[in-house]
């Protein structure tokens, strides 16, 4: 296309109706936490921008323009990139198996010069995509109990495999969840489902004995009794109940958290930052930010049910369930109902590769409101 013809009147028109086709109310309310993330990491850096609140407004901003330019992308572009994205994934992660850079006890990240990039981050996107994919090809009857269900297993367990082994049992497990969500959504009969939930109920006490790295052994039993080590392995939740239990009901004021601000708790800019929220904002402050997360799952979801594609459908729901999971798992952890696995509350939390995901994720759940009367044609669901 030539520079005149990006300026004809009929390209002009396409674009703007795409743009105004994006779901701004939704854009909003994720600017609503990242912008409360902002706040509370200015507050916990002692009224500072520096460390982190400048840096976190500025990933939100260059990640939200991305997130915008996906948007715009057509939904059959999405559909034929999502093998491609999924098999670098999972190249990358076995690249990390052998020539991966260690950091805090864990292999998780691939290094050339100063790029550092952490393959199970792509591998959340496009495990979503090649699942959505697959499933558009196939009909309600072979999606609901068939042979054709080893080869989704296959694609979500084995990147799970890899994951596990870095260790990232966090991002294994929220993976994993992914994954079934998005087999379930795609017709799986309600028997199969509930043999797999027994199946799960019977393999858990075997992974846990036999399965599972002496450290992550530590972590349920500090989960279960956290008062036994106080000053050490349990020291990470019991500060977050505090910080919780003390800022009752509307907190004890903006940066006058006692845990926080003089660094009782640990990893308060990260996986431990709705906890002080909690603590400066109380029961009121952690309710407005959980109704803020669910109108984002709520109206993610809706984009899914708008789609006319099988693929629309399933990918938004996919990303919306790796969202939802995310909030689920921090905001159990914190609060003492999960063990802690290292998984931060999105868009609120300091760091970058999360939020770069979640707003990918995003990019693509717009992309399919954009062209949700797109059909996406196939042929049969093969990995071909």
Sequence with gaps: MTVSALTRPGE???????????????????????????????????????????????RYALFFAIMIVLSLIDIRVWFALAYPVYGIGFLLLIAVMFVGHHALGAQRWLQAGPITIQPSEIMKIGLVLALA???????????????????PALMILAPVALVAKQPDLGTAILMLATGAIVVVLAGLSWR????????????????????LHGYQKQRLTTFFHPEDDPSGSGYHILQSKIA???GGLLGKGYGLGSQSQLNFLPEKQTDFIFA????????????????????????????????HSHFGRLAAAGVTATFAFYVLING????????????????LSYGGT??????????????????????????KGSLL
């Design 12 to 58: 002009r028109d396409r674009l703007i109706n795409k743009i105004g086709e994006i779901d701004w109310l939704f854009c909003l309310t994720i600017t609503l936490i990242a912008g409360a993330g902002a706040v509370m990491l200015f507050s916990i850096a002692g009224s500072s921008w520096t460390p982190w609140a400048a840096a976190h407004l500025a």
């Design 133 to 151: 994919r697959f499933y558009h090809g196939l009909s309600g009857k072979s999606a609901q109990l068939s042979w054709w269900l080893l080869i």
């Design 192 to 211: 199969l489902i509930a043999a797999g939930l027994l199946a799960v109920a019977v393999l858990v006490p075997p992974v846990v004995l036999f399965g």
């Design 244 to 246: 919780l239990g003390s």
């Design 276 to 307: 002080t929220l909690a603590e400066e904002f109380g029961f009121v402050g952690c309710v407005s930010i959980l109704i803020l997360y669910a109108a984002v799952i709520f109206m993610a979801l809706r984009t899914s049910y708008l789609s």
């Design 332 to 347: 159990s952890m914190v609060m003492g109902l999960a063990p802690v696995v290292g998984v931060p509350m999105p868009l």
């Design 354 to 379: 999360v939020m770069l995901t979640v707003m990918v994720g995003f990019g693509l759940v717009m992309a399919v409101r954009v062209h949700r009367y797109s059909e996406v044609t196939s042929g």
